[in-house]
């Protein structure tokens, strides 16, 4: 699954609760917690998280290029989850990608292009409307009325 947006428009904090869904099941999507996910949560920091425990990977080659690493990845119960791209190689794991396409370098398109190559679901998300960015504001912060203006001078900038 591909999910594509702008810069600050959510990617991040859907994949972050997207992980949390999959290790919090509630029965009817979700039916029992995962063993085992790999979450990317910047450009080299890479977290495995595997029948309850939690090791951080220093080098994503080495889970994906040894058999121990692609016995735990390889499997329908198994999740990777990457916020940015996804690296050159990637197992046979059901695979989230969330990313902002216009802030790629070269190497990390063509590894994005190849994953959109072969996903199923592809998600374009897009730019929020002055309006959501209110209401976003209004709930999340306790704005009122009087804040609009200067919201608005913010999003038009």
Known sequence: MLLA???????????????????HPDGSEVKTPLETILYRSTQDEWSLFHKGKIYLIREISWILSTPTGLNILNR????????????PNFP???????TSPGQMQAEQRHSTN????????TVYLPPWAPEEVLIAAKEAYNLDESDKVELELRYTK
């Open 92 to 98: 046979k794991c059901s695979i989230l990608v969330v």
């Open 76 to 87: 329908k119960d198994a999740w990777m989850i990457c916020d940015g791209y996804p690296p």
């Open 114 to 121: 190849r994953f959109k190559k072969g996903t199923i679901c």
């Open 5 to 23: 947006g702008t810069a600050g428009i959510g990617k991040t904090f859907f994949a972050r609760y997207f992980m949390w869904r999959l290790l």
